[in-house]
């Protein structure tokens, strides 16, 4: 061939700034859509799993797992030596999955089974997106795959197309709980995301053109390039793997944290989530604006500071506490992720690596998400990824190597003097109990000394790290005796108080229950025990279960959503009928369990509770039969949803007795829901009225409660109605009604720090 053939078979300037520009839009617009349609397709599966946390960690799981099948099929399929093959076979297969949109549940799946929560949700997630999803997944590898094959002069470095896509899932996921949710119902925001599926479709058949247009002698030319480049060894692609699947595992670890043993606010979630994208963004850029050495250096602080945070505890500064272990998440996911960036094999290898890179997200995603729910009854899962962390570090020479071989007697000594102690009841055990933070966090910031003075391995690091985290554990921050209980539902904290008074129900740092055990001079309670926290009789739901009891004139039949300390079994009276619903086995065994709580077995000692999402079980009971409904479910310190929608008071209404009336509790420290639950029964054509009022009593452990009473007239609620303490309440205007199909929970965020002001 002539050089004036070569030439003309070269591609031009502007071609490669249109096969640039075609492949960014389509990676970009993939992304976005790969994850906006978690949040989507999450926020409709919620309402069958009572809005638990840990639907969002199994749903990851799911995420993870079937982008490793995208990211095997697209590497596969680039085998092919023909360039027709996988365009023709990947847009048939977009084709086929645009088939099953708009996004739904399928058929089928209407009520989750009473236990395996985590797998009926599995496949729940599988035949209803599964196949969409699946497509979307290999795009990424595979349109990097393809754009290395159109002889664009970018081709040999690729990877830069991995920090689009991952601004497309950065923005995807900041714009859902911003801008989507607020703005458009799920109806909506489904037709949009159908919408855009066919629009990728139409770029991805641009990019196949484009591929297949390409000249043969440039593809060719891009082939003998890589040529030289050796195979990855499989030390190599194990690394990748164990990169990979340790920030991975500490994503859904420190969401669970933060959800669990900080604060369980709503959209917590979101936050870890984008930081972890952010780090994709910024290592795979051409020039990173954050220098990997750099990571490297503050990666050992990071882990220290996570190992300070968790010694000091949750509740000390809130905000500070929450940053925090997010900052230094980023600053150890940076690190893993710049040795993944820095580790990157040529482009020839590049499908084989996103598939190393999936199967250890999924690994991490496993253990986190699946394993560690079921193994450990505490958030074990976070200190275990943040010492493997250390492990992600390179392996170094060390400074000093004559004196560095006698840490590790050193290491052994340190720890059998620091941890022996708390198994004993002597003076050096409390002092140790009692400066926790300093003792922990001195080792931990010993952690990091070895690598940032003495350049140490990361062996030793790991170590030093590991005797940190156990002295936490030996040394525990919560003041009292202190158990845990853990479930797909989330951990719960049974605690103690030192002087053996209160025994109290928590989850993270909010409480949801306690009973007085003895009495101030130190004597057991005896009898029927009284209800305290949110349920005492001078309380809202205490206000309102006397006035109902009283214009009745009779027993009443009542029903309870949500069991927690089950408290509320000694709101009874001889002779009344009371059913609660609860979705949580193991918050059952915990009220029935008279070392932790007695309310059950004093009030209710035939206490027959219904398991399941109270949505469907509720929905169950015969029409028109109780006199009172009390909504008291949570989820974390966040509102089960669906359990606060139109549909879900019109479900209470239709069950409701001729004078019945609904109380809802609604004592949220991030969510103001008043103003909620008085819409949904307006919408209803109930009138409501709100009571707030603190006890001042909290240190007897009975708080400030917020409670709406629904009813169809004031004379069914009786006394209150001429309280001055309760207040009937209109909707606010222009607020909108949630329903099954629209939710603003930033609203109601917003609403409750505009109140606090």
């Known amino acids: 061939m002539s050089s004036a053939e070569i030439l003309k078979d070269q591609p031009s300037a502007s071609r490669n700034r249109l096969v640039l520009s075609i492949y960014t839009a389509a990676i970009f617009l993939s992304a976005l859509l790969l994850f906006s349609v978690q949040p989507l397709f999450t926020k409709m599966v919620l309402p069958r799993l009572g809005g638990s946390p840990a639907v969002w960690s199994v749903a990851m799981v799911f995420f993870q797992t079937l982008l490793l099948a995208g990211y095997a099929y697209a590497h596969f399929l680039m085998r092919i030596r023909s360039r027709a093959v996988p365009v023709a076979v990947h847009l048939s297969l977009l084709v086929v999955a645009m088939l099953t949109l708009p996004l739904s549940i399928a058929g089928g799946w209407g009520e989750p089974p009473t236990s395996g929560y985590a797998f009926w949700l599995l496949g729940l997630f599988a035949v209803s997106i599964g196949l969409p999803f699946f497509a979307l997944a290999a795009n990424n590898p595979l349109l990097q795959a393809w754009f290395v094959r159109t002889g664009h002069p970018a081709g040999p470095d690729p990877y830069f197309l991995y920090a689009s896509s991952n601004i497309g899932s950065f923005l995807a996921l900041l714009s859902y709980p911003v801008l989507l949710e607020p703005m458009f119902t799920l109806h909506s925001q489904d037709l949009m995301w159908t919408f855009g599926y066919g629009l990728l479709i139409v770029l991805i058949a641009a990019c196949g053109t484009l591929l297949l247009r390409s000249p043969v002698l440039a593809v060719t030319d891009m082939e003998a390039e890589d040529t030289d480049a050796p195979p990855p060894a499989w030390s190599l692609r194990a690394r990748w793997i164990f990169l990979a699947a340790v920030p991975s595992g500490l994503l859904i670890a420190v969401t669970a944290h933060i959800s669990t043993d900080v604060a369980a606010a709503p959209l917590l979630w979101v936050l870890p989530l984008s930081l972890y994208l952010l780090t994709w963004v910024l290592v795979f850029q051409s020039r990173p604006l954050l220098p990997h050495k750099w990571m490297l250096m503050v990666q050992p602080l990071a882990i220290a500071g996570v190992v300070i945070l968790l010694a000091v505890g949750g509740e000390q500064n809130l905000l500070l ?437």
């Open 321 to 757: 506490t929450l940053g925090g272990h997010q900052l230094c998440f980023f600053l150890i996911a940076m690190g893993c992720h710049g040795e993944l960036a820095r580790r990157r094999p040529a482009a020839k290898y590049l499908t084989g690596f996103y598939v190393a890179l999936s199967f250890g997200g999924m690994l991490g995603g496993l253990f986190a998400g699946l394993i560690a729910p079921y193994s450990f009854s505490w958030v074990a899962e976070y200190p275990i990824l943040l010492a493997l962390a250390a492990l992600c570090r390179p392996e170094t020479s060390e400074r000093l190597p004559r004196w560095s071989r006698w840490y590790w007697p050193f290491l052994a000594v340190l720890a059998v003097a620091l941890i022996a102690p708390a198994y004993s009841s002597g003076k050096i055990g409390l002092w140790l109990e009692n400066h926790r933070t300093w003792v922990a966090g001195g080792v931990g910031v010993l952690a990091a000394l070895l690598a940032l003075a003495l350049n140490a391995s990361r062996w030793k690091i790991f170590a030093t790290v590991v005797v940190a985290l156990i002295l936490i554990r030996a040394y525990p921050s919560d003041n009292g005796r202190v158990e845990t209980v853990r479930s797909f539902f989330g951990v719960h904290k049974i605690v103690v108080t030192p002087d053996g008074q209160y025994h109290v129900l928590m989850h993270g740092t909010t409480i949801h229950g306690a009973q007085k055990f003895l009495n101030d001079d130190g004597s057991k309670v005896e009898g029927r025990p009284e209800p305290i926290s949110y349920y005492h009789r001078d309380g809202g739901i205490g206000q309102a279960i006397t006035a109902i009891r009283a214009r009745k004139g009779a027993p009443l039949r009542v029903a309870v959503i949500g069991v927690g300390a089950g408290t509320l079994a000694c709101a009874s009276e001889l002779g009344e009928t009371w059913k609660f619903f609860e979705i949580d086995q193991t918050m059952v065994d915990t009220a029935r369990d008279p070392r932790y709580f007695s309310y059950v077995q004093n009030c209710e000692p035939d206490f027959k509770p219904v398991i399941g999402d109270a949505r469907l079980t509720f929905a169950k009971e015969p029409d028109g039969i109780y006199d009172l409904i009390i909504v008291d479910a949570y989820s974390s310190d966040a509102i089960p949803i669906h359990l606060a929608t139109q549909e879900a008071m019109r479900i209470y209404k239709d069950k409701l007795a001729p004078q019945g009336a609904v109380v809802m509790h609604v004592s949220n420290r991030h969510l103001e829901l008043e103003s909620v639950v008085v819409g949904i029964a307006d919408a209803n054509d109930l009138k409501s009225w709100v009571y707030n009022e603190d006890s001042g009593r909290d240190d007897e452990y009975i708080f400030a409660t917020d409670v709406v009473v629904s009813a169809r007239d004031e004379a069914d609620v009786g006394a209150l109605a001429s309280s001055d303490k309760w207040v009937e309440t209109e909707p606010t205007e222009n607020q909108r009604v949630w329903t099954d199909d629209y939710s603003n929970i930033l609203g109601a965020v917003y609403r409750r720090l505009r109140d606090g002001e």
